[in-house]
């Protein structure tokens, strides 16, 4: 799991390359949101079995269309059957129909991280009444302000009838 956000330090692609050689490594979650970094991984890997997976839903159209395998999402949390059916239109090649999906997922995606993870998929959560906006210290909820952008994504993605 490659996660500088959180981590402070990036996996460098050389690094990757000699892990995936180890027999119980057989994928990667790339949470790097740095496609030219997914891309070389995934030339310097294409001849090894290994998987390589996005960590951020925002680029999951891209990262599969250069040969991710898929996405372990947090959007999925909110819209589990939209972004199930983007990653399987964007795996069967299908741009037609995955563009104009990711297009309308994009704001939600964006605004899931503008507050620490998971302070803004809980807030979505408890608006869709799937649970309440309960968080452990040290986390407090957002902003009305935060709020309020999301939901009013949420709308508008809602309207399209996905």
Same mark, same amino acid.
């Given at each position: ?12 692609? %050389? ?17 790097? #949101? ?7 991984? @995934? ?5 090894? %079995? ?5 960590g951020c839903d925002d680029n999951m159209l891209?990262?599969i269309c250069a040969g991710g395998k898929g ?8 819209? $589990?059957?939209?972004?199930? @059916? +983007? ?17 309308? @997922?994009? $704001?939600?995606?964006?605004? +899931?991280?503008? #507050?620490?993870?998971?302070?803004? $998929?809980?807030?979505? @959560? ?6 309440? =906006?309960?968080?452990? +210290? ?5 902003? #009305? =302000? ?17």
């Amino acid at each position: 799991y490659n996660v500088p956000g959180r981590t402070g330090l990036n996996i460098s692609v %050389d690094t990757v390359v000699e892990l995936v050689k180890h027999k119980n490594i057989q994928a990667m979650k790339d949470a790097t #949101d740095n496609i030219a970094y997914a891309m070389e991984v @995934l030339a310097k890997t294409a001849d090894l %079995d290994f998987d390589l997976y996005s960590g951020c839903d925002d680029n999951m159209l891209p990262f599969i269309c250069a040969g991710g395998k898929g996405v372990i999402s947090v959007l999925s949390n909110i819209y $589990p059957r939209q972004t199930e @059916l +983007l990653a399987q239109l964007a795996l069967k090649g299908d741009l037609p129909k995955a563009q104009p999906l990711a297009y309308a @997922l994009d $704001p939600i995606s964006r605004l +899931l991280f503008i #507050d620490v993870n998971p302070i803004m $998929p809980k807030a979505a @959560l408890a608006k869709m009444g799937v649970c309440g =906006e309960h968080l452990r +210290l040290p986390l407090i909820t957002t902003t #009305d =302000e935060n709020k309020k952008a999301l939901f009013d994504a949420m709308d508008e993605f809602e309207k399209l009838g996905y």
